[in-house]
């Protein structure tokens, strides 16, 4: 995949290595979404203590899965305006957090995963925006 990126980003027309991104993560975006919403809404599990295991690792996963999930939405629909993109996502974040709560699967809800989550989807689109100025 990072091959097919970097053909994209070497081509001469900016503009349609730019709709070549866009396709390619338009068909990982719902994807990895359907995966992410799968795996925020499983039941719980009691977590085994292993070597990389650190007090705020769930906040630390939360922070990176979200990041990935606001890259792969920015990089599927580069038009969208900051507003919609950041009402989505968190609108997304809300959701999951209050469906672990009310689905009574072992889940709960904590506001600081939402924050987590929110921030996730800002270094995710920072990082978007960083590499199309580097590259574009």
Known sequence: MVQIIQNCLLQKNTRQSLD????????????YWAFLTYMLLKPGEENNEYWFM?????????VSIFAMLGFCFIAAFP??????????????????????????????MESLDIVADTVGCLIGYSIYKILIKRFF
């Open 20 to 31: 070549k991104v866009s396709k390619i993560f338009s068909k990982i975006l719902p994807i």
């Open 54 to 62: 650190f007090n705020g690792i769930d906040k630390a996963l939360h």
């Open 79 to 108: 038009k969208i305006k900051f507003s919609y993109f950041f009402q989505i996502i968190l609108i997304y974040a809300f959701l999951t957090e209050i469906l672990q709560e009310e689905m009574g699967l072992g889940r709960s």
